[in-house]
């Protein structure tokens, strides 16, 4: 069994910063992909930042150049850091990972999620 955890979630003012955790844990041999999508009320789940084994990133538009995603392979953890945060900003966050597992199988996992709300 393979888990996500995310961290990092709070209250901040329009302009502030946050810095989100996720931490994957079980039976991994490798984790391919790391992602952060959020799902704001009333809206769909959409796409915020994407990580590689590689290293190589993708953003979504409404967030380039303000949010940064990184990972540390060595401690299964991807990061979020959220700066000049805007109040649509706000919704929850959701770390996303494929994993292959010891026994070689592929896994699409999902974390509980982590709240975010930007003030204006």
């Known amino acids: 069994q393979v888990q996500l955890v995310e961290s990092g979630g709070g209250l901040v003012q329009a302009g502030g910063s946050l810095r989100l955790s996720c931490v994957a844990s079980?039976?991994?041999?490798?984790?391919?992909?790391m992602g952060w999508y959020r799902q704001a009320a009333g809206k769909q789940r959409e796409l915020v930042a994407t990580i590689t084994s590689g290293t190589s990133t993708n953003y979504a538009d409404s967030v380039k150049g303000r949010f940064t995603i990184s990972r540390d392979n060595a401690k299964n953890t991807a990061y979020l850091q959220m700066n000049s945060l805007k109040p649509e900003d706000t919704a929850v966050y959701y770390c996303n990972a494929v994993v292959q597992t010891s026994a070689g199988r592929y896994l699409q996992v999902w974390g509980q999620g982590t709240l975010v709300t930007a003030s204006s």
């Open positions: 079980g039976s991994i041999r490798s984790i391919n992909f």
